[in-house]
């Protein structure tokens, strides 16, 4: 397996730990995205995409954060959850949605997407310069290739004007 490419979008905000969010595709097949580089003791490290533990609230089954104080669905105020703790100790509030299963892997990420930042840290002091990482749109916007490289259809995006009869509540919504 390889990192066929990296793509970086460099995050200016002064004092903050997060340096950039980048991309990186293996075997120009397989794209992995939201991977954070972040400013460590040690210098930047790149930390894995990774998503908020939820518990279900037991009044409604709706999914809350570990953290909330009341359910998002029905209001009800959260019992004290158990906190799942890592290996070091800390309560977890995060799990990885991907990650390398072994160092060797870590470490190939880790240097060639550091090696990436780099770069792209100092192509950011050229004039005119555009981050790579802004040809990724997947917003549906004009131009954009769903990053499937092909384009929307011409009217994607594109509502249609209805003139409606009355303006009561709903009206025009079946026309």
Request: aromatic share 8%.
């Amino acid at each position: 397996m390889e990192v066929t490419e990296v793509r970086v979008k460099l995050i200016d905000e002064p004092g903050e730990r997060l340096q950039a969010f980048c991309s990186i595709t293996f075997d120009n097949s397989f794209v992995v995205r939201d991977l954070k580089i972040i400013d460590g003791t040690c210098g930047p490290f790149v930390a894995m995409p990774s998503r908020k533990l939820t518990v279900h609230c037991p009044r409604c089954r709706c999914k809350n954060h570990l953290k909330a104080s009341y359910c998002n669905q029905c209001g009800r105020r959260s019992e004290e959850s158990p906190e799942v703790r890592d290996e070091t100790g800390r309560t977890k509030l995060y799990a990885d949605v991907a990650h390398p299963i072994n160092s060797a892997c870590r470490v190939m990420i880790q240097e060639r997407v550091i090696r990436a930042f780099e770069e792209e840290q100092v192509k950011s002091k050229l004039p005119g310069y555009v981050s790579s990482y802004d040809d990724f749109t997947d917003d549906g916007e004009e131009g954009s290739d769903f990053g499937f490289g092909i384009s929307p259809p011409p009217h994607f995006g594109v509502r249609k004007k209805v003139e409606s009869r009355s303006n009561e509540f709903g009206a025009g919504i079946f026309e």
